[in-house]
Nanobody
Framework: QVQLVESGGGLVQAGGSLRLSCTASGSIFSFNAMGWYRQAPGKQRELVAGITSGGSTKYTDSVKGRFTISRDIAKNTVNLQMNSLKPEDTAVYYC?????????????WGQGTQVTVSS
């Protein structure tokens, strides 16, 4: 009964900012890691940023220095602050959470939120 709900997508001009939020139905500490993926038409879904239950973060090279992933434990929420947006950032962004259960990796996904960056 894991549910992830994203919000904050929209249309912005290049150089602008958006803040995406992902709210989980339970404590984010129940997951090994949470993160944001994105998928553009004709492309594979790719990891954008991730954060572990311990607070360690990672980013894909293309967003380093522009995006910041963070969490609000009390609100069961993971955020993605997206600055200096580029047209190539246009994609559907999905919240992801995973945890190991009995030696198997379980992935959970939000419904996705559209981010469109205009030139």
């Amino acid at each position: 009964q894991v549910q992830l709900v994203e919000s904050g997508g929209g249309l912005v001009q290049a150089g602008g900012s958006l803040r995406l939020s992902c709210t989980a139905s339970g404590s984010i500490f129940s997951f090994n890691a949470m993160g944001w993926y994105r998928q553009a038409p004709g492309k594979q879904r790719e990891l954008v940023a991730g954060i572990t239950s311990g607070g360690s973060t990672k980013y894909t090279d293309s967003v380093k220095g522009r995006f910041t992933i963070s969490r609000d434990i009390a609100k069961n929420t993971v955020n993605l602050q997206m600055n200096s947006l580029k047209p190539e950032d246009t994609a559907v962004y999905y919240c992801n959470a995973d945890r190991m259960v009995a030696g198997l990796l379980h992935d959970y996904w939000g419904q996705g939120t559209q981010v469109t960056v205009s030139s």
